[in-house]
T-cell receptor
């Protein structure tokens, strides 16, 4: 059964600190992995999309890594800001079609001043 | 500033009533997705269209949900009759194909539906 597990479930950090969110998956065959940021009351916003051949991808202060061998991905946030407070959702795709998408339950990040 | 526009933002309706949610995708995007999000289930994909044709709508209860794209600027999701368990936030996203493997999805603000 395809699964995506994210950890931690929630995280509180101080402004300016770094943090790393984890995503472990058992989806097969693997097509791509996406990280989304969702602010409360708003739609998810794509941060990165990574395919099999990509190990690292950055988007500003966000850096995603992918290890296709161990089926793990991480999202590292550098120098956190209050605006980073949101839910971060990992989605793994096994190809096309609705059944090909497996969603993680998200990590709720709160950045405190 | 291109964005996906959803209407209405909020909808409260009585059980048994018809609900229609609308989405205007980003101009030029040829893929449209409908998602539902609840606290219990998280995000789940209901259906998606490419070039206005439904590619996969197996995520929707067929007896009450229907999704259409009457033209390239409008996608609709209809629930008839609505039930309390349909209460959720419904997101529309339009997609830009990056590669054969990846389509980037841009989400709207969502329609928060409450069925009482």
């Amino acid at each position: 059964k395809n699964q995506v597990e994210q950890s931690p479930q929630s995280l509180i950090i101080l402004e300016g600190k770094n943090c790393t969110l984890q995503c472990n998956y058992t989806v097969s065959p693997f097509s791509n992995l996406r990280w989304y940021k969702q602010d409360t009351g708003r739609g998810p916003v794509s941060l990165t999309i990574m395919t099999f051949s990509e190990n690292t991808k950055s988007n500003g202060r966000y850096t995603a890594t992918l290890d296709a061998d161990t089926k793990q991905s991480s999202l590292h946030i550098t120098a956190s800001q209050l605006s980073d407070s949101a839910s971060y959702i990992c989605v793994v795709s096994a190809g096309t079609g609705r059944r090909a998408l497996t969603f993680g339950s998200g990590t709720r990040l709160q950045v405190q001043p | 500033d291109a964005r996906v526009t959803q209407t209405p933002r909020h909808k409260v309706t009585e059980m048994g009533q018809e609900v229609t949610m609308r989405c205007q995708p980003i101009l030029g995007h040829n893929t449209v997705f409908w998602y539902r999000q609840t606290m219990m289930q998280g995000l789940e994909l209901l259906a998606y269209f490419r070039n206005r044709a439904p590619l996969d709508d197996s995520g929707m209860p067929k007896d009450r949900f229907s999704a259409e794209m009457p033209d390239a600027t409008l996608a609709t999701l209809k629930i008839q009759p609505s039930e309390p368990r349909d209460s959720a936030v419904y997101f529309c996203a339009s997609g830009l194909v990056l590669t054969r493997e990846a389509t980037e999805a841009f989400f709207g603000q969502g329609t928060r539906l409450t069925v009482v």
